[in-house]
């Protein structure tokens, strides 16, 4: 269908009747995962092939992350691994997400193979994008924002992830702590309709969808424009009353990620312990808990304000998990400092934590501070609060071993032949003894042993 325009140095000939064939790699956090679903779906509808190989695509496309310098230099050494693989034949190359909203056109300078730079709202126009790079454009860039009025659902026939489906509700974050990156790259907090968001978890359940995902920067911040949806739903925060009316679809599983602790009212807690199907699991970063560095990352809260939502959580009638992001070696981090950050993590007892090593990040307040702590002192710190994370999880983990859980099956497991790997409705990671048959189901697992990052157990329902 499409053709790609012919250099004199290079011919490359695709078949008029042959289609164009997509390979989408992702990186990042699940926003990225559900652009690219949004972007696969919108792929196919124009008439593209989607290939699970860069190998033989005709057009190869990078989803990329830039929250920490590892992670933003991703792209560029798969690139580079692309070229290796792909001497004498020209793919059209394109980078997509924060890297590419963030960089713009200066990474056609940097990477040569790029022939397509879109930004993080340019989803929907990528058909068009590829096509212009198939005639022969060398340089198509889009950094603009989303057309007024554009669709967000993807079709549940469509979806790429099968048993769980990530639901964006807002997009963007107004919040502009000092050290990251996400304010530039996703733009301004933009909440969906409810109505919307209602009728395509609907869809989902109908479809036989077992779990959905309520994904965003920070989904507390739900602040929709109009009340389309939430008519009847009782609520402290808009939120919490989008979590009433989602509940109220009668989906199976919900689950949401990722709540700001300022944002964080208890009512969230309230509607979790009315609702069976609002999932019993909250993550909530903290990222320190020294408050002269909360408030030199300018998160809006003290370690007390942190620990008072903590509290409510851990009153609530459900016993709930709670998992964390913590960043070491914030400029200006003293041991203190990082005394009071191991603290915080040993009071409240995480059941999961993810803890990264500041990485500083260009255009960002903090990036204008000295990046003081050594990169073997981050290091320490970072071994040091992971090691005490892991005897405390340790601890909690061991405390489900007899009891049952109800565990989606999700995929076999990448360990073991036998057995088969899900999620529980506390978020931990179970794997158990059983097959394919099972997939996309809810099953019953009694626990047996606990290991470090996830539990072990043995399915009693019947099959
Ligand atoms: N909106 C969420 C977090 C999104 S980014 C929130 O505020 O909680 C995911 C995590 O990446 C953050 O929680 C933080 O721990 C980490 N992170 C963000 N920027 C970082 C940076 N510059 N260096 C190291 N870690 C960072
Ligand atoms: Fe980044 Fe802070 Fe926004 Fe989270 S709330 S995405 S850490 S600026
Ligand atoms: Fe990364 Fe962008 Fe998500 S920077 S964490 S992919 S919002």
Known sequence: MHVRNVSMKSVRLVSQTMSTSVYLETFGCQMNV???ERADVRL????????TSPEDADVILFNTCSVRERAAHKVFTRIGEVRRQRIGSEPVVGVMGCVAQLEGDSIFDASPLVNIVAG??????LPQLISRALQGERRVLDLDERAEGEVWDVP?????SKHVAFVPIIEGCNKFCTYCIVPYSRGREKSRLASDIVAEIHALRSYGYKEIHLIGQNVNSYRPKTDDGLEGFKGATPF?????????????????????PRDFHPDIVAAIDENENLCEWIHLPVQSGSDRILRAMRRGHTAGDYLKRIDAVKNARRKMSITSDIIVGFPGETREDFGKTVKLVEQVGYDGLYIFKYSERRGTPAAKLDDDVSREEKAARFAQLEEAQRK?????????????????????????????TGHSTCHKVVNFPGDVSMLGKVKSVRVTAAKQNSLYGEIISAP
Do not use: H
């Open 120 to 125: 993080t709202r340019a989803t929907d126009r």
């Open 392 to 420: 405390l999880q340790q601890k909690i983990y061991d405390r489900y071993v007899g009891r049952v859980l109800d565990v989606l099956v999700e995929r076999p497991s990448s360990k073991s032949e036998r057995d088969m």
């Open 34 to 36: 559900a652009d690219s």
């Open 156 to 160: 549940a026939s469509d979806r790429t």
């Open 240 to 260: 919490c009353r989008l979590l009433r009316a989602v509940a109220a679809t009668g989906m199976e599983r919900i689950k949401f990620t990722t709540s700001f």
């Open 44 to 51: 196919r509808a124009a008439g593209f092939d989607l290939s």
